[in-house]
């Protein structure tokens, strides 16, 4: 097959997309000539076939990139390195109305919702650049008789394994701060949506970068994924996903060459709302918190907790503000909700759907597909909820939410907490003692107060307990990519004769 295919939108425009594995800045074959489809999840039909990576296409890749890296990578400048993110970063804003379009195509998100991810990934990217020249070690006085400094260094070659709920931001989280390090990247797209992220790979050619710096392979977890997490000459994994294959990147990590691991995993974020909160305010951040982007976020806000002063008077409204979201086609541009990303997680959220009613759970809206073809899935909330239900400790990764109520602070503090996960939470209350003293007792990476899902790029962003290890974004991430090495100089004379 070709390496490139003419794609017609919906909207009725073309645009030529990359289907080949991009190894060494171009785009090649798979060695073993296999391919697979992604699938329009508005549609259920075949958008296009890609190359399959297999073990021996990764190998091919890693050494790609560590040719680069030790060859010509390292005697690149940290300016330089800058000066060629902030150039990808301009090429993704001037493609942007295109790389929306196949997010929206590929993955099934709201077109409108597609070009803030296009944004926030340029913004991402050009923030790292200005990172790449600001790294910086120290001098250490310890005495007259040896000069020491502290250097941070790059890992080497970084593999790279995201999902397919942010294909492209995702794409530009694990790039940017890599690069911006003086890294080189093997980056495995998630199977389910693997156009924009291959898309994006012809814009890094385009930006200048030497081959060999950054490599983007399409494959199955099961394969590439794995080869990735356990290959002998790949210095550090980095995985965003479920939590269950987290333990096994890890496995594989410590199986190998005890590589570094960083992790950004699952979550089933409590969202916190007091009886002081304004509550036409809390209601369209709840409504945000769980419903944006499907409800395939880790950092959903799906355990929803109102205190009980305001619980009924909150389900009605909340009822009402769900059943309005928009589901449907998403190229248009009043749609809210688009479909789930495949078959296999339309099961996965009606199972527990049925779980929810089967456990005794009331459903206030939703429980149903909508429409007979596609993914789509109506908002649902569910109330008359317990701890111990299904729909409450796991996640489920699609638009549902369960509400609760509660008496006190301490009772929002305790039931915030009781999950395994701790990616995020918040808070809604017009009290800032209550809100500093809730955000400081819940265990989460992330607490936002009257406000959900509002991430950017200069804000570190990760897990308690099981949602993860390191952090993405900010500063912090730099540290994800860099080690540090001490030199000690002796000045003075011999101590041993």
């Known amino acids: 097959m070709s390496l490139t295919e003419t794609i017609t939108l919906p909207t009725g425009k073309t645009y030529e997309q990359p289907t080949g594995l991009f190894i060494n800045n171009e785009f090649v074959k798979g060695v073993d000539g296999k391919t697979f489809e992604t699938i329009n999840p508005s549609t259920e039909k075949p958008i296009v076939s890609v190359h399959e990576a297999s073990e021996k296409d990764v190998d091919i890749a890693v050494a790609a990139a560590r040719k680069c890296f030790e060859q010509t990578w390292r005697k690149v400048t940290p300016d330089q390195r800058g000066k060629y993110l902030n150039k990808l970063a301009d090429l993704l804003e001037r493609d942007i109305d295109i790389i929306a379009s196949i997010e929206a195509l590929d993955n099934g998100k709201s077109v409108t919702m597609a070009k803030g991810d296009v944004g926030a990934a340029a913004g991402c990217i050009r923030y790292y650049g200005g990172w790449a020249d600001k790294i910086e070690g120290k001098v250490v006085d310890n005495g007259t008789e040896t000069f020491n400094y502290i250097k941070k260094e790059p890992i080497g070659v970084c593999g790279q394994i995201i999902p397919w709920n942010f294909p492209l931001l995702m794409w530009a989280w694990k790039i940017g701060p890599a690069v911006a390090c003086g890294n080189t990247v093997v980056l495995k797209t998630a199977e389910q949506t693997p156009l924009s992220g291959l898309y994006a790979a012809k814009l890094v050619k385009e930006a200048g970068f030497p081959a060999g710096v950054v490599n983007v392979i399409s494959g199955f977890g099961k394969i590439a994924g ?9 210095d550090k994994v980095a995985f965003t996903g479920s939590t269950l294959v987290g333990r096994t990147i890890m496995k594989a990590a410590a199986g190998s060459n005890l590589k570094k691991v960083t992790l950004e995993l699952g979550g089933k974020s409590p969202n916190i709302v007091f009886d002081d909160a304004d509550i036409d305010n809390a209601i369209s951040w709840v409504n945000f918190g769980i ?47 688009g479909p789930q990303v495949s078959q296999v997680q339309f099961d996965r959220i009606m199972e527990y759907i049925d779980a929810g009613k089967q456990e005794g759970a009331k459903v206030e809206t939703g429980g149903k597909r ?128």
């Open 370 to 497: 909508k429409g007979d073809v596609g993914y789509f899935i109506e908002p649902t909330i569910f109330s008359n909820v317990t701890d111990d239900m299904k729909i409450m400790q796991e996640e489920i990764f699609g638009p549902v939410c369960s509400i609760a109520k509660f008496k006190t602070k301490e009772d929002a503090i305790k039931v915030g907490n009781t999950s395994t996960y701790g990616l995020a939470a918040a808070v809604h209350t017009s009290n800032l003692n209550t809100a500093i003293e809730v955000s400081n007792a819940l265990r989460a990476g992330t607490v936002w107060v009257n406000q959900y899902n509002m991430l950017h790029w200069s804000l570190p962003f990760g897990g308690y307990k099981e949602s993860g290890i390191g952090r993405e974004l900010g500063e912090a991430a730099l540290d994800n990519y860099l080690q540090t090495k001490t030199v000690s100089i002796r000045l003075g004379d011999a101590l041993f004769g």
């Open 226 to 234: 794995a080869a990735i997490a356990s290959h002998m000459d790949v």
């Open 291 to 337: 419903f944006f982007n499907h409800g395939q976020c880790c950092c959903a806000g799906s355990r929803v907790y109102v205190q009980e002063g305001i619980y009924d008077k909150f389900v009605q409204r909340f009822k009402e503000r769900a059943s309005a979201n928009v589901v449907g086609d998403p190229f248009d541009a009043n749609t809210f909700q």
